[in-house]
């Protein structure tokens, strides 16, 4: 199904350059893994303690996963095209979006209607999205990125939503609905990572 992961090719084009840069340097691609999820645990950290208080530490939230995907990006052209896979990247990768992610949701259970469960489905279904879609791998398939509401995804709706908090707009009671819909996008996406995993298992 479809996601905004479908994008990363031409992203990962326009960051091509960038890259080399980093590698001439020396940067691993473990050293930014680690960066962007440390920079997601500053910027969910500093919204979650002084966001109702400062509203516009919620703008941080867009921009930040606009840079987080192009760490993310980056570190995985770093992995393959100069030659810096390994057992720890790989753990790294997968550990350090997890963390990442739920840093970045948990600013939301403070600001809007049935926050603290609905930021609570959404972060423990994301998590075994996630890990639907790294058991592909164990059973002789692919690494699994299917839609909806895959990382990419998520990303969009809550860098929006971090965008409309930090503005100073007012949060209509309504928007609690969002979360039984996200957390029912995201339980399709583990049935679709799950099925796809399934049809390329290799014998």
Known sequence: MASLYALKPRFQALLRPMVGVLARAGVSANQVTVAAALGSAAVGGAATAWGRALPWLFLLIPVWFLLRMA???ADGMLAREFGQKSPLG???NELCDVVADAALYLPFALVMPWGV???AAVVFLATVSEFAGVLGTMV???RRYDGPMGKSDRALVFGAL???VGLGLVVPVWSGWLWPALALL???NIVNRVRAGLA???P
Do not use: F
């Open 71 to 73: 760490l993310n990006a």
């Open 90 to 92: 790989a753990y790294l």
């Open 117 to 119: 469960p609905g930021v």
């Open 140 to 142: 002789g398939g692919e």
């Open 162 to 164: 971090g965008a409309w």
């Open 186 to 188: 995201i339980a399709l």
């Open 200 to 202: 390329s298992a290799k």
